[in-house]
């Protein structure tokens, strides 16, 4: 397939004024007439042909000027359409009709069926899947669009923008116009056409003005969107406040549709959404889901400044509106609830998903130089990771002076579509900070490594810390410069104080060393006594740290550091540790060694009632499977992990009892109420059942406590403690069986159902997921329901996914390459669940290796697919 790069960016010979398209709704048959106002851009040559991208269409008629153009005048292949012979100068206006499938397209792209409903997906190039046309982000155009349709077909017509009007139209059918005044890319454009229940809001804006909100769901689930109106009210106020931003039309409306490939979508004033993160109520959502459904509400809205006011030039600047909207989404959510468990959980994100990412075959830069697939780039480093550089640009800046740079980037690019330069330009010119260094945080790929060392000098009361950076080549990048690495610290004394005094040997302020040098030594002069180094606090930089610290260090950070963060990032430093150790010592069939002093600090941490119990279930829980494979690094038995993650929580769980059982007992009661405190109640309640379950071994005490559920986040982790724990008793096939039948027309709450089975330790999970997909209901072709079963088998199953026999990869193989045929998109999406195959030992990854290539050799691959494998592929 072609290779796109970034330095071959050229603007289109054509310039794009405006577009009035009309739509004819048929789910075999829409009739799609583009009206565009187009002139040649200054300079184009007079003989520059007009080519536009189309895919899948069914070109019914051309017309220039309102007259058809001969056929010899243009030109279409399956992916464009070119116009030759266009007026040298002057506006000039080229009518484009087109015929597309509705019902028929299983990409989820462009104009397709969800339940009946009509619904649009252009990011990143579905809007060439309903007309052709420059489908690209840099052509913005002012857009009006009509929708005619069946009353009895689709009931409700709507697009972007506000409302012009609408009414009856012909026998049996009517219409509605919408017309939307900024002027935005192809891929913001959305339609949706449908019967759908609503519920209805508005917001008054800072300058008084009042737009009308409206969330569309399927009728009968009304009920459920309330908290999704919440969120975005709060979302609305949140811009105003820290940002300054207001909305800018009259109406925002949400539609919420259940076949969607990914979370939601920004579209200019109509965001679609995957019911998933709209529905909620306290009987089928967990605490979680609430988390998700704020934040995803934020994301998309924020978006509204920072993507579509200021959109990209192209899609190599994808985390210009993604890793900013990404930052701007977790720090909302952490003025929204409590801010260290929110960045605790950050970090365990970022980590289990964007450094594995980071440190295998399809590592990639924030900023991509090149790409076969768009789509396979909306990755974790994209947004994670892009989020990440924005945060240590507000940590270099400090909070005052990155306002300043966010105000200048508003003011100087709204309307355009920008790049990654543009926007660090307004920083630079805001704070006169030099950001070329820093800048490589967007060139080069890999999680660089910082190795520190320490050195006290008792006679001269010196103390000198010597940091040294690396970073690891990665596809296409073999030599790698020295970055500017932010890095939070702080020196604490005997006594739980911290040291004041500045250090000297290079560039340190406000507690953040600044490492732009391969090695660095700053030392610290007349300090009383040998002090602990807290050393990226905050997860200031995305890095690895490798630090000789000990126990008893880490254990006097946890105790006193004044950042929550560190004190979490020391326990789990110190468990991480303990769990290294007792895996290896497991794979040698060694005897455990005592992990008292870990059992010990935990479970002070379960019962200090001084710190918020969100941030004790943090603490709390255990480092993942894949968080200690991925420290290990290579020749991974993730049989040897499970044993040795088990065996670590059963010493906890068995010292710390009595603790356990007192705390899985105090989940509030009385109305269930989604917001932060008590969702952290729960939190510490769940986490604590876990251990409880474990040392009393006996599943009554669960499936008590599943029958006297009274919302879905203790009802869904009771049952997951009887499915990972004791999967053969009787009263876990209750449990399930009254579970699925309770649920059974709720598709995502059986979503969890499915999810929950998936997840089981052991190679026993691999015949159950055959036999769940083998289900009667099991609807394949819906991407939620994949991704609650085979994505949470080959993604959240080690032990069972990577089952030695290798059948998990077959399973994995075989529906990729099927659901591939319908929706490569998520079939690639999928397929990377496979990502760190390379790390596990000889035997699997050869199994992983023969999957692989089953892959490639099945031919007729998408590009998205083949993308995937052929870079997975040596
Ligand atoms: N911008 C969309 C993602 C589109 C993905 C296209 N394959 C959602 C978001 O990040 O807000
Ligand atoms: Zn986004």
Known sequence: GQIFKLGDYRPTDFVVERIDLTFELDPAATKVVSRMILHRREGVAADAALVLDGDELTLDGLQLDGNDIDPAGYAVTPDSLTIRALPESGPFEITVSTTISPETNTTLMGLYRSSGVYCTQCEAEGFRRITYFYDRPDVLAVYTVTVIARKDDAKLLLSNGNFLGGGDYDEGRHFAAWFDPHPKPSYLFALVGGDLGMIEDSFTTMSGRDVALKIYVEHGKEARAAYAMDALKRSMKWDEEVYGREYDLDIFQIVAVSDFNMGAMENKGLNVFNDKYVLADPETATDADYANIEAIIAHEYFHNWTGNRITCRDWFQLCLKEGLTVYRDHTFSADQRSAPVKRIAEIRLLKAHQFPEDAGPLAHPVRPQKYREINNFYTATVYEKGSEVVRMIRTILGAEDFRKGMDLYFERHDGDASTIEDFLACFTDASGRDLTQFALWYSQAGTPLVTVSTDWNEAGKTFSVTLEQSLAPTPGQSRKALMHIPLAYGLILPDGREFEGQPHGGEAGNGVFHLTKRKQTFRFAG???????????????????????????????????????????????????????????????????????????????????????????????????????????????????????????????????????????????????????????????????????????????????FDAADNMTMMAQALQLLVYQFASAEETREALESFRARFADNPLALDKWHTIQAMAPGAKSYDRVEHLLAGPDFDRTNPNRMRALVGAFSAGNPTGFNRADGAGYRLLAREVIAIDKRNPQLAARLLTALRSWQSLESGRQEHARLALVSIREAGALSADVSDIVDRMLP
């Open 527 to 705: 300090v009383p006594e040998r002090p602990v180094l807290s050393i990226n606090r905050g997860f200031s930089a995305p890095v690895n740290i490798a630090m000789e610290q000990s126990i008893a260090d880490l254990a006097h950070i946890a105790r006193h550091d004044s950042d929550g963060v560190a004190r979490w990032q020391a326990i789990n430093d110190h468990a991480t540790r303990s769990l290294i150790s007792a895996a290896r010592l497991s794979r040698d069939d060694r005897k455990l060694p005592s992990v008292a002093e870990l059992a010990e600090i935990l479970i002070a941490t379960a019962a200090d009632e001084s710190l918020e119990p969100a941030f004790r279930a943090q603490t709390l829980t255990l480092p993942s499977e894949s968080d200690i494979a991925r420290e290990i690094g290579g020749n991974i038995d993730p049989d040897a992990i499970h044993a040795a993650r088990e065996a670590v929580m059963k010493e906890v769980a068995h010292a710390g009892l009595e603790t356990f059982a007192a705390l899985a007992d105090s989940a509030p009661t009385g109305p269930y109420s989604p917001d932060a405190e008590d969702a952290g109640k729960r939190a510490l309640a769940a986490t604590a059942m876990a251990y409880a379950s474990i040392a009393e071994g006996w599943p009554d005490r669960l499936k008590k406590a």
